[in-house]
């Protein structure tokens, strides 16, 4: 049976629409895995319920986080959703207590830092300079600019690379990598791109969208099956290392 992959999604609060961008439900269905959209709900049964239910969690990008879970004031912060952060907060650290596997997408890799005790610019183009661009103006699909893997990453050898290039559409990003995780992978500027844990549960976050990717790039459809394949793994949730992963 295929694992249930819960995909957490936008709340617009002031038009009453919880959303989510289809390509996310695509490439967990193609992937091998059974799609559940997870509203953001308000009580501590329902995720407990949420987590339990599920067999992984894919954090999904959306808006920024309110810089009070990081100790800030906002500095540069936009658009934010209280009830969602609120949700996502406590349905990871839920997740993470079940050792089940996550994928952290855009906002996601950022939720996961925060929750781990780490930190964010709050604007890239303002809090550092000489950034690449970093929302880029160019079909949603299209890679605009480089990450380097780091060497021995999950990344890289899921990838067989020691590069890639990638698509952007963020103007946040980790600064203080959290306790517990190592960065797998970097922009040219220096600017974080991927953090996973530091041991062998499948955690990773990644700043780019494969859900945009996956389709025209094989390499990216293989970063949601490395992820289904660690759902549908049962109590054996490690980071696959199977060669067809490396595509040798």
Known sequence: MEPVIGITCKHEAEQGQILLEEGYVRAIEAAGGL??????????????????VIDGLLLAGGPDI???HFGEEPRGTGTISPLRDHFELS???????????????????????????GDLYQDVLSQCPEALKHMQQAPAWYPTHRVN?????FLARL??????????????????????????????????EAIEASGPAFVV??????ERMWE???????????????????????????????GR
């Open 35 to 52: 799609p559940l959209l997870l509203p953001p709900l308000g009580t501590a049964a329902s995720v407990a319920r949420c987590a339990t």
């Open 205 to 210: 976050g990644v700043q780019w969208h494969p």
């Open 216 to 246: 025209s790039d094989e390499r990216q459809a293989r970063l949601f099956r490395a992820f289904v394949g660690a759902c549908g793994a049962g109590s054996c949730r490690t980071l696959p290392l199977k060669a067809e992963m490396t």
């Open 91 to 117: 349905l990871l650290a839920a997740v993470l207590r079940l050792g089940k596997p996550v994928l952290a997408i855009c906002r996601g890799v950022q939720v996961l830092n925060v929750a781990g005790g």
């Open 66 to 68: 309110d810089p009070v």
């Open 149 to 153: 893997l780091a060497p021995g990453s």
């Open 159 to 192: 990838y067989g690379s020691p590069s890639l290039r990638v698509n952007s559409f963020h103007h946040q990003a980790i600064r203080r990598v959290a306790p517990g995780y190592r960065v797998a992978a970097q922009a040219e500027d220096g600017l974080v």
